[in-house]
């Protein structure tokens, strides 16, 4: 796990995406707007909070207007990471009203998607109390990965492994195939990695496997909290330890007194609601 520090994207992450994003709405016209609205009309609009979120994505939401209108101002109220509540202007946005009606939808998605990633991991963080890690998983959308992630550190969140090239994990299929927790771990050490490795286990004999190998990180997978206790009381000294499975909200307090140094949760990123914003225009 990489403790990375909460700064900006990098434009390159998200502009091709967006890109995309602006294609797949705009076919080959907005046709309602080029209808109704005269080229030379110009509009200001506002971002408005309209429930309790922590926002994330304002650049890749004003890279969104920027793509269509080079010259408009998106003027940010809020900055990723803050909490808003009810009735917030998050960001205002002046500029030629037809490509602002165009951009709405676009920017708007990504805008309620991150934040209420964020506002989830917060949640989360929130209810961990200080006591234990909150770490996202890799079940993210495809394409999506890099702005989810960062969404879950707007929430307060602690990012694991980016993809398959950037952490050992030894998960219940490596450990069929290869036969054995023991065998598993023995071909990976014999790979000479320069990574820390973590087990999954899903019982205490895995678990008194896995630590007799040597290995860093122990994941204890869909385990009860006893059980988790247990699993901690004998990696104490020897590998820390990740929960994952079957965490939810209710559940974080108990599991954040287990002594566990982190919590995986896949909820964060692949069933976090979307925050309700919406964006209001009217003639400059």
């Known amino acids: 796990m990489r403790t990375i520090p909460f700064q900006p ?3 390159a992450l998200y502009r091709e995406i967006v890109r995309r994003a602006l294609a797949e709405d705009l076919g080959w016209g907005d046709v309602t707007t080029d209808a109704t609205i005269p080229p030379e009309l110009r509009a200001k ?7 309790p979120c922590v926002i994330a994505g304002l650049d890749v939401a004003a890279e969104v207007f920027l793509q269509l209108d080079p ?18 202007v998050v960001a205002e946005v002046r500029g030629a009203a037809a490509p602002m009606l165009t951009a709405e939808r676009t920017a ?6 991150l934040s209420g990633i964020a506002t989830l991991t917060r949640r989360f963080v929130d209810a961990a109390g200080g006591e234990i890690t909150v770490l996202d998983t890799r079940k993210t959308t495809p394409t999506l990965r890099a702005l989810e992630k960062y969404a879950v550190r707007a929430g307060s969140g602690t990012n694991h492994r980016a993809g398959l090239d950037d952490g050992i994990l030894i998960k219940d299929n490596h450990i069929r195939l290869a036969g054995s927790v023991a065998e598993a771990v023995k071909l990976m050490k014999a790979d000479d990695p320069e990574m820390p490795i973590e087990v999954e286990a ?10 007799a190998e040597g290995i860093d990180i122990l994941l204890v997978d869909n385990l009860p909290t006893d059980v988790i206790r247990e699993a901690v009381t004998r990696a104490r000294g020897r590998a820390k330890v990740e929960i994952s499975g079957g965490v939810t909200l209710e559940r974080m307090p108990e599991l954040a007194k287990t002594g566990a140094n982190y919590v995986s949760i896949g909820a964060l990123t692949h069933s976090a609601p979307a925050a309700d914003l919406s964006f209001e225009l009217e003639p400059a």
Request: net charge negative.
């Open 202 to 211: 899903q019982s205490l004999e895995q678990v008194d496997e896995a630590l």
């Open 108 to 113: 708007l998605n990504f805008l309620q998607r």
């Open 45 to 51: 609009g506002v971002i408005i909070a309209k429930s």
């Open 71 to 88: 010259g408009c101002v998106f003027d940010r109220r809020k900055k990723d990471g803050d909490r808003c509540a009810p009735g917030d």
């Open 9 to 11: 994207l990098d434009p």
